[in-house]
T-cell receptor, first 119, second 113 residues
Framework: GAVVSQHPSWVICKSGTSVKIECRSLDFQATTMFWYRQFPKQSLMLMATSNEGSKATYEQGVEKDKFLINHASLTLSTLTVTSAHPEDSSFYIC???????????????FGNGTRLTVT | AQTVTQSQPEMSVQEAETVTLSCTYDTSESDYYLFWYKQPPSRQMILVIRQEAYKQQNATENRFSVNFQKAAKSFSLKISDSQLGDAAMYFCAYRYTGNQFYFGTGTSLTVIP
């Protein structure tokens, strides 16, 4: 159980266009999902916390208008990279905790990530 | 502020041998949770093992075990009988209350056949 699906796995887009990445919890409901960005051989950087039915909470330094997050249902959060530029090229990963696993040591379950390349 | 430090950017181990990856963290809390994640070349994050701070007994999952030293704020991962499939980036993570996880910078493990 506790499967998180992320789509697409990779995407190439032209500079100035927008790209949407979907994150779905397949067998549990996630009121909160997390979006991370990872540069090659580096750690995961939390970009924002996505909250179902309310506005996302962005980490300091993350542009809200560039990285639009929508969490319209208990199983789906989307990250839209608007007016993408080459410097937005990166690996984006979503994750969520399964509330059925309790509030304590329940781990994060991760999607398989999206490799974005902006040309 | 909570920080997680992994002082070994790269490690290597001979197949079938044992290796220990180090992790230290900074916190003023007494109750928290610690995790080790593995990220193979596929980049899928996989939970390896977890530990509750209130438990004195070290967690074990098959060939993976931890050495949790609460006073020293240390949480090392031991991999026994290393296999080629263990080659990956390993991230230590800390979680207090709420949902936020804090990740270390990672250790790249190479397994030498």
């Amino acid at each position: 159980g506790a499967v998180v699906s992320q789509h697409p796995s990779w995407v190439i887009c032209k500079s100035g266009t927008s790209v949407k990445i979907e994150c779905r919890s397949l067998d549990f409901q996630a009121t909160t999902m997390f979006w991370y960005r990872q540069f090659p051989k580096q750690s995961l950087m939390l970009m924002a916390t996505s909250n179902e039915g309310s506005k996302a909470t962005y980490e300091q330094g993350v542009e809200k208008d560039k990285f639009l997050i929508n969490h319209a249902s208990l199983t789906l959060s989307t990250l839209t990279v608007t007016s993408a530029h080459p410097e937005d090229s990166s690996f984006y990963i979503c994750s969520a905790r399964d509330p059925r696993q309790g509030a304590g040591n329940s781990p994060l379950h991760f999607g398989n990530g999206t490799r974005l390349t902006v040309t | 502020a909570q920080t997680v430090t992994q002082s070994q950017p790269e490690m290597s181990v001979q197949e079938a041998e044992t290796v220990t990856l180090s992790c230290t963290y900074d916190t003023s809390e007494s109750d928290y949770y610690l995790f080790w994640y593995k990220q193979p070349p596929s980049r899928q994050m996989i939970l390896v093992i977890r530990q509750e701070a209130y438990k004195q007994q070290n967690a074990t999952e098959n060939r993976f075990s931890v050495n949790f030293q609460k006073a020293a704020k240390s949480f090392s991962l031991k991999i026994s009988d290393s296999q080629l499939g263990d080659a990956a980036m390993y991230f230590c993570a800390y979680r207090y209350t709420g949902n936020q996880f804090y990740f270390g910078t990672g250790t790249s493990l190479t397994v030498i056949p």
